[in-house]
């Protein structure tokens, strides 16, 4: 085993490198549509993904977001969305091949059909269970309400790249059901029937090793940071190292 720590824009960043690679991703693209929401790490995903077709150029990241967690000096509104969301560019629609500028979810979610994707990130994972979710702060449920409809009413496929920064313990169903309460407040908490897609899974992506979390945190910007343990032969772990390196100087997510 050789142990790696990687940052939370680092994590991020494998996430995105593994999907814009990833051989169902790249049959989507070429022939049916990938949706990907905003958010912070499905920015980095779509950064990639139109770094692939040519089009990154037109992408900013930085207000590709739709609900974040920000530190308490700085204001949201109660849905815990940015204050000023007048440049948002809304999410990355590509059909075949052609980034539908400038489309929501909201705009296309009733022509997505079997076989298509959708990418929409989570506030909470149970890696031990591979169980996602997501915090809701709109009334009428969001996004993912939204998303489920066609999701299970027609088959798309639904992948959930999440951090392992992300992780929780426990059943996030029991979670939920107490979080959702009527006599409780703040956020709801959605548990989400896709696929998850961590860190770990990147790795085996990326280089064909298997790794796992041995230990997470730390300080000076390490803040959020994990320790993944990779066990492979001496060519995956060379890639890996090599991976990781290539992530390094990744900075830290800026507003």
Same mark, same amino acid.
């Given at each position: 085993?050789?142990?790696?720590?990687?940052?939370v824009?680092?994590?991020?960043?494998?996430i995105?490198?593994a999907l814009?690679?990833?051989?169902?991703?790249?049959?989507?693209?070429?022939?049916r549509? @990938?949706?990907?929401?905003a958010?912070?790490?499905?920015?980095?995903i779509? *950064?990639?993904?139109?770094n692939t077709?040519g089009?990154?150029?037109?992408?900013n990241?930085?207000?590709?977001?739709? #609900?974040?967690? @920000?530190? &308490?000096?700085?204001?949201?509104t109660?849905?815990g969305r940015?204050?000023?969301?007048?440049?948002f &560019?809304?999410?990355?629609v590509?059909s075949k #091949?052609?980034?539908?500028?400038?489309?929501t979810?909201?705009?296309?979610?009733d022509?997505?059909e079997?076989?298509?994707?959708i990418?929409?990130?989570?506030?909470?994972?149970? $890696?031990?269970?591979?169980?996602?979710?997501?915090?809701?702060?709109h009334?009428r449920?969001?996004?993912?309400a939204?998303?489920l409809?066609?999701v299970?009413?027609?088959r798309?496929?639904?992948?959930?790249?999440v951090?392992?920064e992300? %992780?929780?313990?426990?059943?996030?169903?029991?979670?939920?059901?107490?979080?959702? $309460?009527?006599?409780?407040?703040?956020l %709801?908490?959605? &548990?989400?029937?896709g696929e998850?897609?961590?860190?770990?899974?990147?790795?085996?992506?990326?280089?064909? $090793?298997?790794a796992?979390?041995? $230990?997470?945190?730390?300080?000076?910007?390490?803040e959020?940071?994990?320790?993944?343990?990779?066990?492979?032969?001496?060519?995956?772990?060379q890639a890996?190292s *090599?991976?990781?390196?290539?992530?390094a100087k990744?900075?830290?997510?800026?507003?």
């Open positions: 085993m050789k142990q790696f720590c990687l940052t824009s680092a994590g991020k960043r494998l995105a490198r814009s690679t990833h051989p169902d991703i790249k049959v989507i693209l070429e022939s549509t @990938l949706v990907i929401l958010g912070t790490t499905n920015g980095y779509a *950064e990639e993904i139109l077709l089009m990154g150029g037109a992408f990241r930085r207000k590709f977001v739709r #609900g974040v967690t @920000l530190p &308490p000096k700085l204001p949201t109660e849905t940015l204050p000023d969301e007048s440049e &560019p809304g999410d990355v590509i #091949g052609t980034w539908m500028k400038g489309k979810i909201f705009d296309v979610v022509t997505l079997s076989g298509d994707v990418l929409k990130g989570a506030n909470a994972l149970d $890696a031990e269970r591979r169980q996602a979710a997501i915090l809701i702060g009334p449920g969001g996004t993912i939204s998303i409809q066609v299970l009413g027609k798309v496929r639904l992948i959930l790249p951090g392992l992300k %992780r929780i313990p426990g059943d996030l169903n029991a979670i939920a059901n107490r979080v959702n $309460a009527p006599d409780s407040q703040g %709801r908490l959605w &548990p989400a029937p998850v897609f961590t860190e770990i899974d990147a790795i085996q992506t990326l280089t064909g $090793a298997s796992e979390l041995v $230990a997470a945190g730390g300080v000076g910007g390490a959020g940071c994990i320790w993944l343990g990779v066990e492979g032969t001496r060519e995956q772990l890996t *090599e991976l990781i390196q290539s992530l990744e900075p830290p997510f800026e507003i």
